[in-house]
């Protein structure tokens, strides 16, 4: 069954290995560098129709360098993603989805955080070429545009984020929750047209600030957003660095007893995290997690978890 995840960090991670800060390597080979979660190899064991690769910058880096960072990674995705492995196919529009080939696998370029470009509009306009389809206005931290999950205080949006979020809607963009304050979410749903939650469980059964509370996710069901489950085990159960298929899988069917069959999706965080489900370690092992839903749930609702739910809800067509 062929996977589409909304969200991974290997971008960051070989930006890393180019500055000398990961293993100790001048640079990590996406096609099977065994460091990469996503790597190509993993992801045609994992059956992948298309991957989401986020831009992702650590909060730390100096303000005035972030752009170049950013660029940088842009750059990482062009010549080691895309440059070097011609099945990997760049979607830049939804429509894009609809042309992918037998064999071929969808590469989409993600924005997790507004920092880099501040509160200079030319520059996320330039992301929107780039082909950005999704967009978290925060990481953890605060930002011009609102606070992030991880932020004390707990702010919402602010009027610049306001903005950023109408232009996201003008550029069929979805805004992403994963990161948000509660405040922020509903801030979101709010001025949102089209909304995700890329990669995030749910609350009530792991009291985590990255989960989302009932109400929310009600709302996010409500508005024909997307819910993708997590794979990071402390935000599967509280407090823990283990976790299991069957325990991620509670996460799937609370969100289909809120609603939400038609709305669930993938967006594991590999490349993004350090403890992993067990039997589900990297993209190469995505089979062990469809196996297991199809023993609860028929193919045609396993099938939309994996992709088609996703391509159900694309921007260009809730907008008609």
């Known amino acids: 069954m062929k996977i589409l995840d909304a969200h991974c960090d290997a971008l960051y991670k070989l930006q890393l290995a180019k500055r000398g800060k990961y ?47 950013l660029l940088e990674q842009i750059d990482l995705f062009h010549t080691e993603v895309l440059a070097k492995h011609p099945q990997m196919k760049h ?24 920092d880099p470009f501040g509160n200079d509009l030319t520059r996320l306009r330039q992301l929107y070429r780039e082909g950005i389809l999704s967009f978290g206005l925060t990481w953890n931290n605060a930002n011009l545009c609102a606070d992030g999950a991880g932020e004390p205080r707990g702010g919402g949006l602010t009027l610049f984020g306001k903005e950023v979020v109408a232009l996201n809607n003008e550029h069929l963009v979805f805004t992403d929750v994963s990161h948000s304050t509660v405040k922020g979410f509903w801030d979101i749903m709010e001025h949102a047209d089209f909304v995700i939650a890329s990669h995030s469980n749910v609350r009530a059964l792991c009291e985590h600030p990255r989960n989302l509370y009932d109400d929310q996710i009600k709302a996010l069901f409500d508005k024909k957003g997307l819910m993708h489950v997590v794979f990071n085990p402390p935000f599967i159960n509280k407090g823990s660095e283990v976790a299991t298929i069957d325990d991620l899988i509670k996460h799937i069917d609370y969100l289909c007893e809120l609603g939400g069959v038609k709305q669930i999706g993938f967006g594991s965080d590999f490349d993004g995290i350090s403890t992993y489900v067990k039997d589900l370690e990297h993209a190469g092992k995505y089979e062990n997690l469809i196996n297991e839903l199809l023993k609860r749930y028929s193919e045609e609702d396993v099938k939309g978890f994996a992709q088609q739910n996703f391509l159900d809800h694309r921007p260009h067509l809730l907008r008609k």
């Open 91 to 114: 979607i830049k529009k939804w429509t894009d989805f609809d042309d992918l080939q037998d064999g071929e696998i969808g590469a989409v370029l993600t924005l997790e955080g507004a």
């Open 23 to 69: 293993y100790n390597q001048q640079a990590l080979s996406f096609t099977d560098g065994p460091e990469l979660d996503t790597n190509l190899e993993r992801l045609h064991k994992g059956r992948y129709y298309t991957q989401f690769f986020a831009l992702f910058l650590e909060p730390d880096i100096p303000s005035d360098e972030k752009w170049q960072h």
